[in-house]
């Protein structure tokens, strides 16, 4: 199964609080850290939500 490796790398400020949320839903907490999930449509969908926000890669 593939797996996405999520990286935050622009700042949470002024994001609004829905995109807070998926990004403490994904598990990033700062710039730089990087979390990973299996590939699932949930995990793609918060991505997108943030997409402005992080940077992901498939492995």
Excluded at 3 to 30: E, I, M, Y
Excluded at 31 to 41: A, R
Excluded at 42 to 50: E, K, L, N, T
């Amino acid at each position: 199964m593939t797996t996405l490796r999520v990286t935050q790398f622009k700042s949470r400020n002024g994001a609004n609080q829905r995109q807070l949320d998926t990004l403490r839903s994904l598990g990033l907490r700062r710039i730089g850290q990087t979390v990973e999930h299996k590939d699932s449509p949930q995990a793609r969908g918060m991505v997108h939500a943030v997409r402005h926000l992080v940077r992901v890669e498939e492995s």
